[in-house]
């Protein structure tokens, strides 16, 4: 099997991962109202924890740039989603900010997306290197993705999405993955992307901490507040461990 059809399967299967929320589509109303708020949790946690435990520092590792310039481009990331945000707001939303949460479905499928391309070029490099490193690599991509996926899928449909589009939606932002593999392939990985890396992991910050905690921060009794404190912890700890173990 030619490393050109490792990458491109390899990315296609990765997509298909964002169908997981397929998993959910089938619930009645109210149970899913019940686990919607848990899985924006568990998804501010995961983007948190991929930014802090997997992005940041690949960018570090990687050498290209100083420390200081990974953090910068990192604030770049960010304020550029402020700035996103900020826009998408004033001209789609004609009622109170703090009740339009339409642009945060946007912002996170933008982020999303952005974050799939770059690993499709990553996952793609490591298998023009040697197949068994790019196997290892997809794998751990994988254990990354399926928490983050789940819930991303939930914080769609928090947004105001409905399933069916949220679904959609969600694999075509993963289509990004096998997109950015081949682009790899064609430039037989001579592009440094670090500094996107760095970039992507700002929006992934901005989109965990500004955007889905507070949506999960709201709630007035403690049980709910331990719940969904406990399900961003899950987030955060399940990228560490996978960044722990594959590390090893």
């Known amino acids: 099997m030619t490393k050109f059809l490792w990458i491109l399967g390899s990315g296609l299967l990765m997509s298909v991962i964002a169908l997981i929320g397929v998993a959910l589509l089938f619930l009645r109303e109210n149970m899913l109202a019940r686990v919607i708020l848990p899985l924006v949790a568990l998804a501010a946690g995961s983007l948190i924890g991929g930014a802090l435990f997997h992005m940041l520092p690949a960018a570090l590792s990687a050498g290209s740039l100083e420390p200081s310039s990974v953090f910068g481009w990192t604030a770049l990331g960010f304020t550029v989603f402020l700035a996103l945000e900020q826009f998408i707001h004033h001209h789609h939303c004609h009622r109170p900010l703090s009740d ?36 290892a690599t997809w794998l ?26 949220a679904l959609l939606m969600n694999f075509v932002s993963a289509l990004f993955f096998p997109l950015g593999g081949l ?37 007035r009794t403690a049980a709910s507040n331990l719940l969904h404190f406990a399900a961003f912890v ?14 090893h």
């Not at 799939?116 to 068994?132: H, K, P, Q, Y």
């Not at 037989?188 to 949506?215: C, K, M």
């Not at 899950?234 to 590390?247: C, E, N, S, T, Y």
Request: net charge negative.
């Open 100 to 135: 339009c949460r339409k642009p945060l479905g946007v912002l996170l499928l933008v982020g999303d997306g952005l974050h799939n391309f770059l690993g499709g070029m990553a996952v793609a490099g490591t298998f023009l290197m040697d197949i068994r490193l790019g196997i």
């Open 234 to 247: 899950l987030g955060l700890g399940l990228l560490w461990g996978i960044a722990v173990l594959f590390d």
């Open 183 to 219: 682009l790899a392939y064609a430039l037989s990985f001579g592009v440094r992307t670090d500094f996107l890396i760095a970039f992507a992991a700002g929006n992934f910050l901005y989109i965990g901490a500004s955007d889905l905690v507070p949506e999960v921060n709201k709630q």
């Open 140 to 165: 751990a991509a994988a254990a990354h993705e399926i928490p983050q996926e789940l819930g991303d899928f939930a914080a769609l449909i928090h947004a105001g999405w409905s399933r069916r589009q």
